[in-house]
């Protein structure tokens, strides 16, 4: 049997890289070889990287809801990484190619097209995102996470598959955990993330509540990139982070509770590894409301807690994570009994029913 060749491509956010790690162990089992499309400075290439894995550069505008002077030029980037999209996967030759979306990939899935190579897309959030609408007419296949999801895409394409999820994830250790947090009192632990970028809302409602919410908890607070607060570094019971990696299965193994933001890939992450869990969704004044959407279905399927932004106050904080922690139990259950589970498998068999039969 010949080897298979697939391209992945996706960036602008780690919510789009970490999903493709997820499926290349399954990948090279299956005898693929890998190689990854993104830009020359997208939080992608560092991650691809430093797993080892050969990395193309493009040329890719992103795409705004918003007005900005770069709206005139950004068109010119995204046709310029098409054609430089076309070149590679003509070289290359890729059986297929993986997208996870985010703005350096619509040139990617363009390309791959024009050289009528399959392209199976995953869509995270229940409603498609600006790059995965304008991929949709290019791709064969596009996985899905939320069983809502389905109703965004055309029936032939769409596939609810779940998201995948990293394997180390689940090999977590709580005395790892507590030896890296150096806890001395046991309490129930609260682990914050506010994702790769940190939530500056979410940072400032738990340092403003620090001295109540110490009382009852441990608290891991992952506060996003130059988001450390200097005041806080020697507080018994509390310890911070900008951002962690190795660190994160050894965390969540150890979390009592989580407080989170509501992107896809930590929700579905939170599910897989039953941690109850309060969500506190960017508002839609600051994004398209996706993780609105994705917070009310968690909360409707009795998996999550949910705070909006504007309700979010030191009050509502603290009484929820109470509410919470006295009713871990029942979510747990509810976490329990979900079929939504870890979508890795899913997407490999996707995969492999699309990709060109040489």
């Given at each position: 049997m010949g080897r298979?060749?697939?391209?992945?491509t996706g960036g602008g956010t780690a919510g789009h890289v970490t999903p493709n790690l997820a499926l290349i162990p399954?990948?090279?089992?299956?005898?693929y070889d890998i190689e990854y499309i993104g830009t020359a400075d997208g939080i992608e290439r560092k991650i691809i990287e430093e797993n080892n894995i050969k990395y193309h550069i493009i040329s890719s505008g992103k795409l705004r809801r918003y007005f900005d002077l770069k709206n005139f030029s950004d068109p010119f980037k995204v046709i310029k990484g098409v054609w430089q999209a076309v070149?590679?996967?003509?070289?290359?030759?890729?059986?297929?190619v993986f997208s996870k979306g985010g703005f350096v990939a619509v040139p990617v899935v363009i390309g791959a097209s024009l050289n009528k190579v399959p392209v199976v897309a995953h869509e995270s959030d229940i409603t498609p995102g600006l790059a995965n609408r304008l991929s949709i007419p290019y791709c064969t296949k596009i996985c899905v996470t939320f069983p809502e999801s389905l109703e965004h895409v055309k029936k032939s394409k769409g596939v609810l598959t779940g998201t995948p999820i990293r394997k180390e994830l689940f090999e977590g250790s709580k005395l790892t955990a507590m030896k890296i947090c150096n806890f001395k009192e046991s309490k129930p632990i609260l682990m914050v993330i506010g994702g790769s970028l940190g939530s500056k809302v979410i940072n400032?409602?738990?340092r403003n509540n620090i001295n109540s919410l110490l009382l009852k908890y441990n608290i891991i607070h992952i506060c996003g990139k130059k988001n450390l607060d200097e005041k806080l570094e020697n507080r018994n019971g509390y310890v911070q982070f900008e951002y962690v990696d190795a660190e994160l299965p050894h965390f969540l193994a150890a979390a009592d509770l989580v407080l989170s933001r509501a992107g896809a890939n930590v929700l579905f992450e939170l599910l897989a590894l039953k941690k109850p869990n309060i969500l506190i969704p960017l508002s839609a004044k600051s994004s398209r409301g996706d993780q609105i959407l994705n917070a009310a279905s968690f909360e409707k399927s009795g998996y999550s807690m949910v705070i909006q932004e504007e309700q979010l106050n030191d009050q509502t904080l603290k009484n929820k994570l109470d509410e919470l922690y006295d009713n871990r139990n029942k979510y747990v259950k509810n976490m329990n009994s979900s079929n939504l589970n870890n979508g890795v498998e899913n997407i490999l068999k996707v995969i492999e029913e699309t990709r060109v039969k040489r």
């Open positions: 298979r060749k697939i391209m992945l399954g990948l090279k089992e299956l005898g070149s590679i996967i003509k070289k290359q030759k890729p059986d297929i400032d409602a738990v």
